[in-house]
């Protein structure tokens, strides 16, 4: 399998071991530089990567033992347990950042369309 992006690529010939721990690299950095949709996409790519590993097909191994291939799924295990629960409070965070900017959105919108009748009728004179 070959994962492209600017200069992070595999070679064609890489092993499934080998992309795995490019996609666990790259999804690191993707959350680093908090690039959500390229993490999206690698997040597809590890889950593709995952069902090569146990599917019945024969897949280019660095040793036939299989356990460099079980080191970088744990790896990337471990990254998801770990990432996850950050990811879901960033997220969580930003929703309400958005609900605050559009609750004070309207409450300034409210006080431009009242300035905007009051300024039309007038200023007020004592004893209105």
Do not use: C
């Amino acid at each position: 399998m070959t994962l492209t992006h600017d200069s992070d690529s595999e070679a064609d010939s890489a092993t499934l071991e080998d992309a795995v721990e490019a996609v666990h690299r790259l999804m690191a950095q993707a959350v680093e530089e908090e690039k959500w949709d390229r993490l999206e996409d690698l997040d597809l790519k590890a889950r593709i990567l995952i069902d090569r590993a146990f599917s019945a097909e024969p897949v280019s191994l660095r040793d036939d033992s299989g356990l460099t291939l079980r080191e970088a799924l744990e790896a990337l295990s471990r990254f998801y347990q770990e990432t996850l629960p950050e990811l879901a409070d960033r997220r969580s965070n930003a929703g309400r950042q958005l609900r605050e900017l559009r609750a004070g959105r309207r409450g300034t919108d409210a006080y431009k369309s009242t300035r905007q009748h009051s300024m039309r009728s007038g200023p007020l004179k004592p004893g209105e």
